[in-house]
């Protein structure tokens, strides 16, 4: 593939996603401070070109990130890489291993999640509505800084509910005084939600995402 096209899939990739976090993680905040990291520049988004499982790509994309300060989150999106829901949790986990190897015990930068589009409809559980959640366009890594979620849980000892990425949905999703964790409430929220406005919403606008996709990555590659 020329230099031309790869540019040319790599902005398709970087609109899809974009979608996803505007009309989905932002519009039902499910995560409360996704909107303010991204309007902040905190959030550094890389592609993999590879069409395999690269680990030598994935940690040098995590160690740039950690290196870099003004980042609190990184997103990796593998858009050719063609793995299953629980094997892209393996991959996770053996970047978590990677990553953890380059720095000393107790100060390893960056946590990570995986994201997936072929996570369930299913909400029944705490971890079924974490996969629901979670059903990126392409299989994802997201990385948070340790730092920051260190912060989190400062503040939560100390009764208060204030972060560096607080935004205005997370005032009043947090408006009571600490009892739970934060993680806990946003996930009942997230739960509140879901069963507000039914799963059959938020899978419309995902799979709208994914005729997207799909159309935009086979043009993008001719």
Known sequence: ???????????????IYGRYVREVVEAYSFCPWALKAREDGKVCVRVCPSADWDLPW????TESIARTDGFDIGILIFPRLSVQFRAFGQL???????????????????????????????????????SFV????????QLVRRSVLDEIRRNERRGT?????????LEALLAEPVTTPIHQRILE?????????GTKAVEAVL??????????YRDARG
Request: cysteine-free.
């Open 1 to 15: 593939m020329s230099s031309g096209a790869d540019a040319s899939f790599e902005a398709a990739v970087l609109r």
């Open 58 to 61: 994935a940690v040098e994309a």
């Open 92 to 130: 996770v986990t053996e970047l978590r291993d990677a990553h953890g190897e380059q720095h000393p015990e107790g100060k390893v930068p960056m946590a990570m999640a995986p994201f997936h589009p072929d996570g369930g409809g299913d909400i029944s559980t705490a971890g079924r509505l974490t």
């Open 134 to 141: 979670r059903r990126s366009p392409d299989p994802t890594i």
């Open 161 to 169: 509910d204030y972060i560096d990425l607080e935004s205005a949905n």
């Open 189 to 197: 929220a997230n739960q509140d939600t879901l069963e507000a406005i």
């Open 207 to 216: 799979a709208s995402i994914h005729e997207d996709r799909e159309r935009s």
